[in-house]
């Protein structure tokens, strides 16, 4: 018994993202991210080309695992916080957020709007088409489960093609040019979800 609860109150203390969601893909599993998952990922946000994508501009310090939590504190508060596990390998993958919007200029009045930050960490795992199986189910997830009006993805650089494929091969269309073209944001709505499926 005092067993149990110590094994109980490690847990949650280990859950980093505080919901107790856990869904099944066909090759992925997500679950809540856990606070050791930050050592796992570090060695991975070493690649400036994942770094610039998920942070969106390069670091004037080398990046460390109190970063990665300092970095990932809004995204637990403000929504759902995912580990992505890939089941061949049962190894940790990534990770993927469904947030509620928190910049002014997607938020629209009376509109339940959420963004959805991304990132599998080992870059030779791109292009099996796991970020495409990640979208697809939290996008279920959020306009069928949360009855969200509004997916986004924000600041997409214009040269992170992968990016762009996957968003748009999951019907997002640009709703917004940044910085002269050289970022986009993404959106899809609830009418335009539901005419897909
Ligand atoms: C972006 C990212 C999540 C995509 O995940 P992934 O598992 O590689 O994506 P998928 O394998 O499902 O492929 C997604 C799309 O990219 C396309 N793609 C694959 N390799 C590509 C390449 N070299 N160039 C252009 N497009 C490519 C795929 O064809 C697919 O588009 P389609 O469905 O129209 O065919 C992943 O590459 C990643 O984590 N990158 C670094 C972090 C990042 O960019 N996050 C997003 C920030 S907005």
Redesign the pocket.
């Known amino acids: 018994m005092v067993f149990g609860n110590a094994d109980k109150a490690l847990s949650q203390l280990q859950n980093f993202a505080g919901h107790i969601h856990h869904f099944d893909t066909d090759s992925l599993r997500l679950r809540p991210f856990k606070d050791s998952d930050f050592d796992l990922s570090l060695p991975f946000y070493r690649d400036p080309?994942?770094l610039n994508?998920?942070e969106g501009k390069p670091l004037d310090a080398p990046v460390t695992v109190d970063y990665l939590r300092r970095a990932s504190k809004s995204m637990a508060r403000q929504g759902f916080l995912f580990a992505v596990v890939e089941k061949a390998s049962d190894r940790t993958i990534?990770e993927a957020c469904l947030q509620w919007m928190n910049l002014e200029r997607a938020i629209i009045d009376n509109e339940k709007t959420m963004r959805m930050?991304?990132?599998?960490?080992d870059?030779s795992?791109?292009?099996?088409?796991?970020?495409?199986?990640v979208v697809r189910y939290l996008m279920a997830f959020a306009f069928g489960e949360l009855d969200i009006d509004r997916l986004c993805?924000m600041?997409?650089s214009a040269d992170?093609?992968?990016?762009l494929?996957?968003w748009?091969?999951c019907g997002m269309t640009i709703s917004k040019e940044l910085d002269n073209g050289k970022a986009f944001d993404l959106e899809i709505s609830r009418v335009k979800y539901e005419s897909m499926t």
């Open positions: 080309e994942l994508a998920m990534g930050p991304l990132g599998i960490w870059r795992l791109w292009g099996k088409g796991y970020g495409t199986e993805a600041d997409v992170n093609y992968r990016s494929a996957l748009s091969s």
